[in-house]
């Protein structure tokens, strides 16, 4: 698998991937995240304009799409019932789709942000159990509730800032 940036010719093919995205949500029991079509064929063709949409391909086909871009997020600034893990520069995915669930390629989508840069917030509908698993799965940590534009709640996430690099242990052992 490999990522690239997504091109306007990609998107008749992005549209029913959200579309199954959307269905997969309300099987799983999440009926309130993604409603009215969204993400919309203009938000996708505005995220390819700004080099923000991103799809991950296996082999031709397209397994996953994202929308990876620098923060600050306006919906991160305020986060209530807890607090961001730092307040470093940071990165924000929205809009994970994958075409198969539970093949990893949710995973490797979100290890290919983490190497682009460490600092990376999420967040996700509180109904969306498959996206909280694959969060914790992949080391992120809950940190509160931030707001969208339209006030829905949404449970926020973060990677944590890499802790300094330990100082090499020695051992002096005596010679025979």
């Given at each position: 698998?490999?990522i690239?940036?997504?091109?306007?010719?990609?998107?008749?093919?992005?549209?029913?991937?959200?579309?199954?995205?959307?269905?997969?949500?309300?099987?799983?029991?999440n009926?309130?995240?993604?409603?009215?079509?969204?993400?919309?064929?203009?938000?996708?063709?505005?995220?390819?304009?700004a080099?923000?949409l991103?799809?991950?391909?296996?082999?031709?086909t397209?397994?996953?799409?994202f929308?990876?871009?620098?923060?600050?997020?306006p919906?991160?600034?305020?986060?209530?019932?807890?607090?961001?893990?730092?307040?470093?520069?940071?990165?924000?995915?929205?809009?994970?789709?994958?075409?198969?669930?539970?093949?990893?390629?949710?995973?490797?989508?979100?290890?290919?942000?983490?190497?682009?840069?460490?600092r990376?917030?999420?967040?996700?509908?509180?109904?969306?159990?498959p996206?909280?698993?694959?969060l914790?799965?992949?080391?992120?940590?809950?940190?509160?509730?931030?707001?969208?534009e339209?006030?829905?709640?949404?449970?926020?996430?973060?990677?944590?800032?890499?802790?300094?690099?330990?100082?090499?242990?020695?051992?002096?052992?005596?010679?025979?």
């Open positions: 698998m490999h690239r940036s997504a091109t306007e010719r990609d998107l008749p093919l992005l549209l029913p991937l959200y579309r199954q995205a959307r269905a997969f949500m309300r099987s799983c029991g009926q309130a995240q993604w409603i009215n079509g969204y993400p919309s064929a203009s938000l996708l063709q505005q995220d390819i304009a080099s923000h991103y799809i991950c391909l296996d082999g031709c397209i397994a996953a799409a929308c990876w871009r620098p923060g600050p997020d919906t991160y600034r305020r986060i209530e019932q807890g607090r961001w893990l730092d307040e470093q520069p940071y990165y924000v995915v929205h809009r994970l789709a994958v075409n198969s669930p539970g093949w990893g390629v949710g995973s490797f989508c979100l290890r290919w942000c983490l190497q682009q840069n460490p990376l917030r999420i967040d996700t509908h509180r109904d969306n159990a996206m909280q698993k694959l914790l799965k992949n080391g992120f940590h809950y940190c509160g509730i931030i707001y969208t339209d006030g829905s709640p949404r449970l926020a996430y973060q990677y944590p800032p890499l802790a300094p690099a330990a100082a090499p242990i020695r051992l002096w052992l005596p010679r025979s």
